[in-house]
């Protein structure tokens, strides 16, 4: 099994930035293929980026291209992603989660380990 926790996330205003960090313990972690999710009230959670196990290979929403990135340090366990130029539609619970198949997969209900949570608000 594998903990994740995420962290970072608060109330800002549009144009600003956050980092949100999850961090992982139990399962290897520098073996896993990590996404962030988010999910806005009424809606369904939609991958946001993924990066893989040794952070060669990355996937990003076009909503978000240009203004995300995800990143990781295998040796501190843990997964970062970088929001910038943040607009009010950015407003979700964002999750970390874990996959440990053999390539990047980027769909809902191909991750099986999931974090509880970080609420980011983006005032206008």
């Known amino acids: 099994q594998v903990q994740l926790v995420e962290s970072g996330g608060g109330l800002v205003q549009s144009g600003g930035s956050l980092r949100l960090s999850c961090a992982a313990s139990?399962?290897?972690?520098?073996?896993?293929?990590m996404g962030w999710f988010r999910q806005a009230p009424g809606k369904e959670r939609e991958v946001v980026a993924a990066?893989?196990?040794?952070?060669?290979?990355?996937h990003y929403a076009n909503f978000v291209k240009g203004r995300f990135t995800i990143s990781r340090d295998n040796a501190k366990n843990t997964v970062y992603l970088q929001m910038n130029s943040l607009k009010p539609e950015d407003t979700a619970v964002y999750y970390c989660?874990?996959?440990?198949?053999?390539?990047?997969?980027?769909?809902?209900?191909?991750?099986?380990?999931w974090g509880q949570g970080t609420q980011v608000t983006v005032s206008s």
């Open positions: 989660a874990a996959d440990w198949f053999r390539r990047l997969r980027v769909g809902v209900d191909e991750y099986d380990h």
């Open positions: 139990g399962r290897t972690f520098s073996t896993a293929n």
């Open positions: 990066i893989n196990w040794n952070g060669g290979n990355t």
